[in-house]
């Protein structure tokens, strides 16, 4: 199986500030078919199912701010929030959909400093 | 828009089965595939499989296959989840994930999630 983890596993930024989470897979997830990288990321805030932020490692999901951006190809990959508000305390997960079966990283929480 | 609507809570002693349903609207059905996904309190998401919609074909997790079945009705719209001999470390919430096309991977829309206890 393909093991996704994540640094840091929590992380303090103070508001208005840049927050930076990696997620660095065991095996590359870029797909020589279509040079496109398997990689998601999501948001989950407490009692609430997961949301996709992003997909193919750089393209956000509808509806998502722009303060969200992913970047990175083959074993290792950025989630940049730009600028931290109030409402993005969560835990945040990367996760490979290269190879079955479908493997997620071990979260990485994220607060208001 | 776009929703998965999930079954309500299970509780469940040790052995039994559970069904869990998850019905979406706001999309055709049979064009998307549905993925299950659960996740132990307090830990991260496990991956049990997915369905493809249009044809039926199932993928599992090989870590669950023995005691997972992944099923759906295109008459009544709805998915399923059914894990057998349950024991106490499948307490957990299960989520339906649409796939982004028909035998997709690429999770979009979430269910709202489905809690199953597993106690004596």
């Known amino acids: 199986d393909i093991v996704m983890t994540q640094s840091p596993d929590s992380l303090a930024v103070s508001l208005g500030e840049r927050a930076t989470i990696n997620c660095k897979s065991s095996q590359s997830v870029l797909s020589s078919a279509n040079n496109k990288n398997y990689l998601s990321w999501f948001q989950q805030k407490p009692g609430q199912p997961p949301k996709t932020l992003i997909s193919a490692a750089s393209t956000r999901e509808s509806g998502v701010p722009d303060r969200f951006s992913g970047s990175g190809s083959g074993t290792d990959f950025t989630l940049t929030i730009s600028s931290l508000q109030a409402e993005d305390v969560a835990i945040y997960y990367c996760q490979q959909y290269h190879t079955g079966p479908i493997t997620f990283g071990q979260g990485s929480r994220l607060e208001i400093k | 828009q776009i929703q998965l609507v999930q079954s309500g809570a299970e509780v469940k002693t040790p052995g039994a089965s559970v069904r869990v349903s998850c019905k979406p609207s706001g999309y055709t059905f049979t064009n998307y595939a549905i993925n299950w996904v659960r996740q132990v309190p307090g830990q991260s998401l496990e991956w049990l499989g997915c369905?493809?919609?249009?044809?039926?074909?199932?993928e599992y997790s090989q870590k669950f296959q023995d005691r997972v079945t992944i099923l759906r009705d295109t008459f009544a719209n709805t998915a399923y989840v059914e894990v057998t001999s349950l024991r106490s470390e499948d307490t957990a919430v299960y989520f339906c994930?649409?796939?982004?096309?028909?035998?997709?991977?690429?999770?979009?829309?979430w269910g709202q999630g489905t809690l199953v206890t597993v106690s004596s």
């Open positions: 369905i493809n919609v249009g044809n039926g074909n199932t």
């Open positions: 994930v649409r796939g982004s096309g028909p035998g997709s991977w690429r999770f979009d829309h």
